[in-house]
């Protein structure tokens, strides 16, 4: 049986042995065949008891594109209320400027263990090894970021990091990094409880907690997180410091906006019409509060966002991460999320990796899609992924990134597809060929007999004749 | 061009209205008997069917292979094909959907051209969608007909041109008493995807292995499907639903609405 080592020998182009290898590995196309289905039918359902999804949809992309279209206004506003309230703001444009401001922020609080809540952002700028190489112990907190840390890798979904592991898998791990002795883990809740038991030091001994950002509030100046577990809230509330980790599409408007967007989320996410907690921070603790960090910094990401903003690409900051497109995609079904080889996969990942890091670094993605269209459907922010997939294939071949055959096929095709009499002749003796060598695949059950080898334009012309013969 | 010529042997044919089918390039080169059972099903509710004979492909390849510019070319020689008939009937919701929904975005850039792009968009159908929306009523039915039949949704007739409700209704009008059973995931992709399949192998070999699953679980006798391309990539697996027979829906309702063809007129 073949694995993935998701680590360090994936990357994007080195997509279709990945992809190969993790069709043969049995227990991701396990996991990946529980998930798939479970995702699917919880949102369908969660849409069904909604009078018009499609009205909550146009409602949270107005709210979305508003904020995109004067952004910097948003993000300028966020930051005054956020210092306002006592916090600060950061602004990085690189993943390394990110790891240098959080590094020195936990330096700044000597800290040792810093607890992290779910955060993509710090996927995208590799956080947890660089804080870890400069002596700062990281302890992810959502069951499924902890799993994932243990068994050191990498999300394999943006909201389900450890999607591609069965529940024996997670047994498995527990077992070898817990020692707990012998213990029954057949139970999901048995895991759950042993991991809660696991990270209840961690929250209580940590210095610092990180956390991830599902919307910025310009003019309320809050975070706000959703999360299943609590983890998120434990993270920002327990340590002495909250860092917050975000990317500057997330900044809203304002409440109302935030609640369209937190309306369609829940729902394209994992089919809840609210996550468990919905919790949204501003600021350090107020001398009357009895709890919360007493510093709060946000530290908002560009790396390549601006120029994806003004590029025609732009429909994809609309992105609000909620994974519906991973969930519904063919291909993401067929191969989990370590095969796309880096943080984002699946038709979302496809059009951002190749932007984010270079259209050279990623080619195959965005051929990766048989452009079936489902993305775009169950997408809340109506991204026309397929499009901007198309857009991507067309780059690639402007920038001459296209296989050289491709190309060269594609060239002779296209100019074979306006001389009509040698498009007949030519794809008339490609038929035979391919029907005489049977080339079985390509035919259809009710295989042409030998002896028809003409296209049907020709038969029918032909056909034609014989009716006017005799008549 | 010749090929506006009227050259229908029937002497009738004047008083039908007529309409060109545009065969596609799979069945043009492979699936030939789709070709054929199209026409069967539009002489049978009335229209005059004519084969423009400087048809050539949809330009879908360079499409969405990055070939815009070729694409481009290919569109604007199958406009020029098509656009002095009423209506253009294209037996795939694949390449009906890449005229009617792309050409105009393709041509978006040159405005005449855009113009002519959506003035046959407009009057493009993918042909089951034609038959049930303009004369349904005038085909036979067979109420001898008791066997299973399932259906495969291809995601382009879903999404491109959303034939899907049409084909249970054509099919339980015309067979009254067959077994119609649906897919458990019948918004799936079979892993088809033009050159998808070429590119990423072993990927759609696993979709299709699925929705062979999915069909042969159905034990329908058999699976109809509006695109040739996901019958061409399904057949790789032939032997594995041998009980099952996977046709173009033209040609399942030409067969078992024993319909006339025009492909025995050369014998």
Redesign the interface.
């Known amino acids: 049986m073949k694995t993935i080592d998701p680590i360090n020998t994936t990357n994007p182009n080195g997509f279709?042995n990945q992809?190969?290898a993790a069709?043969e590995d049995t227990n991701l196309q396990t996991a990946l065949q529980r998930a798939k289905s479970g995702f699917i039918e919880k949102r369908k359902k969660a849409i069904h008891l909604v009078d018009d999804f499609e009205h909550l949809k146009t409602q949270a992309q107005q709210a979305k594109q508003s904020a995109l279209d004067n952004l910097n206004h948003h993000l300028a506003l966020f930051e005054k209320n956020v210092v306002a309230s006592g916090g600060a703001v950061h602004r990085a444009k690189t993943p390394a400027e990110l790891n240098q401001i959080v590094l020195k922020i936990c330096q700044q609080q000597n800290a040792k263990l810093v607890t992290k809540g779910k955060s993509m952002v710090s996927e995208e700028t590799h956080l947890n090894a660089f804080l870890e190489k400069h002596g700062i112990s990281t302890a992810e907190t959502d069951l499924g970021e902890y799993i994932i840390q243990l068994a050191k890798e990498k999300p394999s979904h943006i909201i389900a990091p450890a999607v591609h592991k069965t529940r024996q898998q997670v047994a498995e791990l527990f077992k070898h990094n817990h020692e707990l002795g012998e213990r029954d883990l057949e139970e999901i809740r048995a895991l759950v409880d042993e991991a809660r038991a696991m990270l209840r030091k961690a929250f209580l001994l940590a210095d610092v907690g990180i956390t991830g950002a599902n919307l910025l509030v310009a003019d309320t100046g809050s975070v706000a997180i959703v999360t299943n577990e609590g983890n998120g809230d434990l993270t920002a509330t327990l340590p002495k410091t909250h860092i917050v980790t975000a990317s500057i599409e997330k900044v809203v408007a304002n409440m109302e906006d935030a609640g369209k967007i937190l309306q369609v989320l829940g729902r394209s996410a994992t089919g809840q019409a609210m996550s468990t907690y919905t919790s949204f921070f501003n600021g350090p603790r107020r001398t009357e509060d009895l709890d919360g960090p007493s510093a709060f910094h946000v530290v908002i990401l560009d790396n390549g966002r601006s120029d994806i903003l003004n590029s025609k690409y732009k429909d994809m900051m609309r992105c609000i991460k909620c994974g519906a497109c991973l969930n519904h995609c063919?291909?993401y079904g067929?191969?989990g999320g370590h095969a796309y080889g880096d943080v984002y996969p699946g038709p979302m990942g496809s059009v951002l990796t190749p932007l984010m890091k270079g259209i050279e670094q990623a080619t195959p993605l965005p051929?990766?899609?048989?452009?079936?269209?489902?993305c775009?459907?169950v997408c809340p922010m109506s991204i026309p992924l397929p499009e901007l997939l198309?857009q991507l294939?067309?780059?690639?071949?402007?920038k001459g990134l296209?296989p050289k055959l491709?190309?060269m096929a594609?060239?002779i095709?296209?100019w074979?597809?306006?001389?009509?009499r040698l498009?007949?002749l030519t794809?008339?003796m490609?038929?035979r060929v391919?029907k005489l060598f049977k080339v079985?695949?390509?035919?259809?059950?009710?295989t042409?007999a030998p002896d028809?080898p003409?296209?049907?334009?020709q038969?029918?012309?032909?056909?034609?004749q014989?009716?006017?013969e005799?008549? | 061009m010749n090929n506006l010529e009227p050259a229908s042997p029937q002497s009738s044919a004047a008083q039908k209205p007529q309409v060109a089918l545009f065969a596609t390039c799979l069945v043009n080169t492979f699936h030939t008997k789709v070709g054929f059972a199209a026409a069967a099903l539009l002489d049978a509710i009335g229209y005059s069917v004519e084969v423009p004979t400087q048809q050539t492909c949809c330009g879908q390849p360079n499409y969405n292979n990055g070939d815009h510019n070729g694409a481009i070319t290919v569109a604007k020689h199958t406009i020029e094909t098509l656009t002095s008939y009423d209506h253009v009937i294209v037996p795939s919701s694949s390449c009906a959907g890449m005229i009617k929904n792309h050409y105009p975005r393709l041509l978006d850039a040159e405005h005449d051209w855009r113009r002519k792009a959506e003035g046959l968009a407009n009057k493009t159908w993918e042909l089951v969608d034609f038959v049930y929306q303009k004369k349904r009523h005038a085909l036979p039915s067979n109420a001898d007909f008791r066997k299973t039949i399932t259906h495969h949704d291809s995601c382009s007739s879903i999404r491109e041109t959303k034939v899907t409700d049409q084909v249970r209704s054509l099919i339980a009008e015309c067979l009254p008493n067959a077994h119609f059973k649906e897919l458990s995931e019948s918004e799936a992709c079979c892993g088809f995807g033009g050159t998808f399949c070429v590119k990423f192998g072993d990927i759609a070999s696993q979709l299709a292995t699925n929705k062979i699953t999915d069909i042969g679980n159905t034990k329908a006798d058999y699976c109809t499907s509006l695109d040739s391309g996901c019958n061409a990539h399904l057949n790789r697996f032939a032997e594995s639903y041998e009980t099952v027979r996977l046709q173009h829906l033209a040609v399942f309702l030409a067969e078992q609405l024993n319909l006339a063809t025009f492909e025995s007129a050369k014998d």
């Open positions: 279709k992809a190969s069709l063919p291909v067929a191969v051929n990766a899609s048989t452009f079936c269209g489902r775009e459907e198309r294939r067309n780059d690639q071949a402007t296209a491709q190309s594609l060239g095709y296209g074979l597809a306006r001389k009509p498009f007949q794809m008339g490609f038929g391919v079985s695949h390509i035919l259809p059950q009710e042409p028809a003409d296209t049907f334009v038969q029918w012309k032909k056909s034609k014989g009716h006017s005799n008549e």
